[in-house]
């Protein structure tokens, strides 16, 4: 009997985890859909242009009132001149196409597809006109003349410009879009409302399993549930700007397939790939956060924050500075200074000040006369040299010392107080900045 209930309750545990197996790829699919819909939007519009129509409200996305305007005027304009027993007349047609032509200027000054990254389009929308009108006129022109040799309409060409107008250039007008903000400045983003039934789904199953796993003792305390689960929790929060680690349910789909002993996951082919991108989502997630904190330093550097903050910690350092320069002086001048560099040099300077004078002196060879300066150069450095030593030392000297490096910290602090100097470093900080923010990029 009680080997009959846990069969029983294993067949209910698989039943329950392929279910939420279930949930979780549909969830993540709408996720990842989400996710690339503005990537893929002009690739649905050429497919499926009514998935759009139902998705663009959720982004707050309506069509561009400019190249709105212009597509509404040239498809009536297509409707009619495509109907049989409809004879357009020269002067209509003027017309129509005089006002295509200035919308068609007004989109080459304003640049709408320019806002949210779509200039490709309107750079192909040009490149269209004017490889159609190279190939019937033989000529190159610029883009203003090429549409306003293109939407120079006459009954004898209007049919055939306003089919290729169907055919090449009307795509190019649908995928141009505006999008809205919200009163917070963000734009638009109605995702929530998708989602949200799977958030209550997912906690409601979250906050059971933590039921279930203190009820059981999984755990030897409360607490470490949640712990163990972070994926869950990071996954499950409400906050837009944490919506990239929803793809962390990636780890919860793999661990619910492992569980399952419906067949050996282990060593299959989607257990290979979700290590993968496992491994390609954490690697996109560090670089988010790593363009982020970039993105912020910039943002600092630009309104002088860095600067202001370099001066405190002067400030701050300056006695650290100070005392370590004094402690260490006399050290300095023992061991690490070059010592006999030094009195090369001051031989050479004495020798040279003093050549042209040696020749003059009687009873004295030339050569004698620099040997005897050249040990007494080295005699005079050494001794100032350990006389500075013990200076150094000294009190007063350590005293000294600290002054010194005192007034060259309060001087440096004082120049970075100029504007031309903090012009310097935030150009170079900023340099800096772009190049690391590249190489998380590329």
């Known amino acids: 009997m009680s080997s009959h209930i846990n069969v029983n309750r294993r067949y209910l545990e698989n039943a329950w985890d392929i279910f939420i197996l279930f949930i979780t790829t549909v969830n993540l699919l709408l996720i990842l859909f989400d996710l690339s819909y503005l990537r893929l939007r002009p690739r649905y519009l050429a497919t499926v242009p009514q998935l759009t129509r139902w ?6 996305i309506e069509p561009h009132q400019l190249t709105e305007s212009f597509r509404i005027l040239a ?6 001149v495509h109907k049989g027993n409809w004879k357009p007349a020269a002067q209509e047609l003027k017309e129509a196409g005089d006002s295509l032509f200035r919308i068609s200027l007004k989109i080459l000054q304003e640049r709408p597809y320019e806002r949210f990254g779509l200039m490709g389009y309107q750079e192909r929308f040009k490149l269209e006109i004017k490889k159609y009108v190279q190939e019937k006129t033989g000529r190159r022109m610029s883009a203003s003349e ?20 169907n055919q ?15 009163l917070s400045g963000g734009l638009v983003d109605h995702f929530w409302k998708l989602d949200l039934p799977f958030l209550l789904f997912f906690w409601l199953e979250f906050w059971l399993g933590w039921l279930a796993a203190v009820r059981l003792k999984r755990f030897d305390r409360w607490w470490k549930y949640p712990l163990a689960h972070w994926y869950d929790v ?3 929060t409400p906050i837009p700007a944490l919506r990239i680690f929803r793809l962390l349910r990636i780890w919860n789909f793999y661990l619910r397939l492992r569980r399952t002993n419906v067949y050996d996951f282990s060593n299959s082919l989607l257990a290979r790939i979700l290590r993968e991108q ?3 989502i954490a690697k996109a997630i560090a670089d988010a956060v790593a363009l982020q904190t970039i993105n912020q330093l910039k943002h600092r ?13 002067l400030i701050e350092l300056k006695p650290i500075l100070a005392n370590l320069a004094a402690d260490n002086a006399s050290l300095l001048l023992a061991d690490t200074l070059d010592k006999n560099l030094f009195q090369r040099l001051l031989e050479e300077s004495l ?30 450095l050494d001794k100032s040299f350990k006389n500075l030593i013990l200076y150094f030392a000294s009190e007063e000297g350590k005293l000294q010392i600290r002054d010194t490096v005192g007034d060259c910290v309060e001087a440096l602090i004082g120049r970075l107080g100029e504007p031309q100097v903090q012009q310097q470093i935030q150009r170079l900080a900023l340099i800096g900045l772009e190049n690391l923010q590249n190489n998380f990029r590329n």
């Not at 498809?75 to 009619?80: E, Q, V």
């Not at 090429?146 to 107008?165: G, I």
């Open 55 to 60: 998705y663009d409200p959720f982004k707050g």
């Open 75 to 80: 498809d009536s304009l297509y409707m009619k």
């Open 146 to 165: 090429a549409f306003r040799w293109f939407w120079s309409l006459t009954p004898e060409n209007a049919q055939q410009r306003l089919h290729y107008y």
């Open 168 to 182: 090449h250039l009307r795509y190019y007008l649908l995928v141009n879009y505006y999008r809205h903000y919200n």
């Open 234 to 236: 990071l996954a499950l």
């Open 278 to 280: 496992s491994h390609l």
């Open 301 to 313: 550097v630009e309104k002088g924050e860095e600067v202001v903050l370099l001066q405190k910690t």
């Open 351 to 380: 020798i040279q000040a003093l050549r042209p004078g040696l020749v003059a002196l009687p009873g004295f060879a030339a050569e004698t006369l620099e040997n005897k300066i050249r040990s007494a150069a080295r005699q005079a």
